[in-house]
T-cell receptor, first 116, second 114 residues
């Protein structure tokens, strides 16, 4: 069974600084998708960034980028120029390719605090 | 375009009762998934519906069930509520089944069982 591990329950960053959130996963499949979701205090889950396992190039979305290391099964999220609005729970998620797209497997989450 | 809506937003029930939660997907989205979020277990997949058929089911007891209507709206039902069912229930919709499209989550229904 696939598992997703986020080893940092909490992280803190100074406003305008850069922070990296870690995620590792375990799977025997070669084709899959990885996601980072943000859940602010409002509890609305928002997709931050997505990475297809078959793509070697790391995904980027504005201030958010990932470091995808397929062999190491690592998928970290880097937030540059952190803003107060980035404070939230961040969840790393895995989904296998094909079949169901609903079956996301989530990590336990990392609570990010942003200090002014 | 309106987002995913879930009703009710908050619910308090007592043990032994049953509850029905509703989810309206984004217009045009045909796949609906449900997740349970608790502090202890985190986010866990419940089930996914597409074209009124359950396509996948997570590891939850039979007390948890769901259905999808022809307009893609979905309901989930929990019978014989237990204290451990207290959780945030999230619904997510996506365009189709079997392809990689982002899931869009609703705000959730906070269920408290006393």
């Amino acid at each position: 069974a696939q598992t997703v591990t986020q080893s940092q329950p909490e992280m803190s960053v100074q406003e305008a600084e850069t922070v990296t959130l870690s995620c590792t996963y375990d799977t025997s499949e070669s084709d899959y998708y990885l996601f980072w979701y943000k859940q602010p205090p409002s509890r609305q889950m928002i997709l931050v960034i997505r990475q297809e396992a078959y793509k070697q190039q790391n995904a980027t979305e504005n201030r958010f980028s990932v470091n995808f290391q397929k062999a190491a099964k690592s998928f970290s999220l880097k937030i540059s120029d952190s803003q107060l609005g980035d404070a939230a729970m961040y969840f790393c998620a895995y989904r296998r390719s094909g079949g169901s797209q609903g079956n996301l497997i989530f990590g336990k989450g990392t609570k990010l605090s942003v200090k002014p | 375009k309106a987002g995913v809506t879930q009703t009710p937003r908050y619910l308090i029930k007592t043990r032994g009762q049953q509850v029905t939660l509703s989810c309206s997907p984004i217009s045009g989205h045909r796949s609906v998934s449900w997740y349970q979020q608790t502090p202890g277990q985190g986010l866990q997949f419940l089930f996914e519906y597409f074209s009124e058929t359950q396509r996948n089911k997570g590891n939850f007891p039979g007390r948890f069930s769901g259905r999808q209507f022809s307009n893609s709206r979905s309901e989930m039902n929990v019978s014989t509520l237990e204290l451990g069912d207290s959780a945030l229930y999230l619904c997510a919709s996506s365009l189709v089944f079997g392809q990689v499209y982002e899931q869009y989550f609703g705000p959730g229904t906070r269920l408290t069982v006393t």
